[in-house]
């Protein structure tokens, strides 16, 4: 029984041993090393490492040899860029914590470094922070709006960026994001019956984003409320647009419908003039 149980401890102190020396050589792996002893340029050997391991996805040891360089080369040339590399590691996180981590860095380096070379891509990625944090149409829309307030301030900035045509798609996104939101609601006015509630929030929506991807539908249910509240002369313009600039819609058809409808009903002032007449007789 003695010989059991000592085997049993030989057995568990390798066990021990052997996760011991997993950790500390995954430790050892995955830890930034130091710059070479009388390295010519450690800060750059740092922001080469820190970049190579972000190139690889390895987030943390990215940011370790970033952070590491900013804390022992203030003066360094790569300090900027070791900032963005800190921005850029959180973002590829992909976490809300992440994310949120990765505003400040693009913030603050904006604010250190507003004349920097790449301060066109930091106003970018901060944007892009809000913009992986944006929600359905139906729930709060305080991140895309944040996105919409960066992007836009990046147009407004860096006219002459390479990075601008990238910039604009996703502010359309965003924007469509937004304007959708919008439009359920007055879809929901609508379904429900308050016209005037759709009409309010379905006009708002197509002043606001008069390039709203699917202003289509926008159209067609602001055009329903307004023939609802006897307003047929606003209702046909909007219809025609539908017809006119859309050759596909989910909404075309019944838009060619009604549209038909709505012409050849006899003029509001015609009926007018007929029943005067009439009484006059």
Known sequence: MAFVHTGARVIGARLISAVLLLVSLSACASAPKAPPVGAEEPD?????????????????????????????????????????????????????????????EFREFLSFYPTHDRADYAQYKLGMAHFR????????????????????????????????????????EAHDRLSTS??????????IRWYPGAIDRLQTLLKNDPEFTFRDRAYFYLAESLIQVKRPAEALPLLEKI???????EVLEDAQKRLAELKAAPPADSTTTTDAAKKSN
């Open 44 to 104: 750059k050997f740092l922001w080469e490492r820190g970049s190579e391991a972000l190139n690889k996805k390895r987030w943390l040891v990215s940011r370790e040899f970033f952070r590491q360089l900013m804390d022992s080369y203030p003066q360094s040339p790569y300090r900027a860029d070791a900032k963005l590399g800190i921005g850029d590691s959180y973002l590829g996180e992909g976490s809300v914590e992440g994310q949120v981590l990765a505003i400040n």
């Open 133 to 172: 944090q944006m929600r359905s149409a139906q729930r709060d829309q305080t991140e895309t709006r944040e996105a919409i307030r960066d992007f836009e301030t990046f147009v407004a900035r860096y006219p002459n960026s390479t990075l601008m045509p990238e910039v604009k798609t996703k502010l359309r």
């Open 182 to 191: 919008e439009f359920e609601v007055g879809k929901f006015y609508w379904r």
């Open 243 to 249: 017809v006119n600039e859309f050759e596909q819609s």
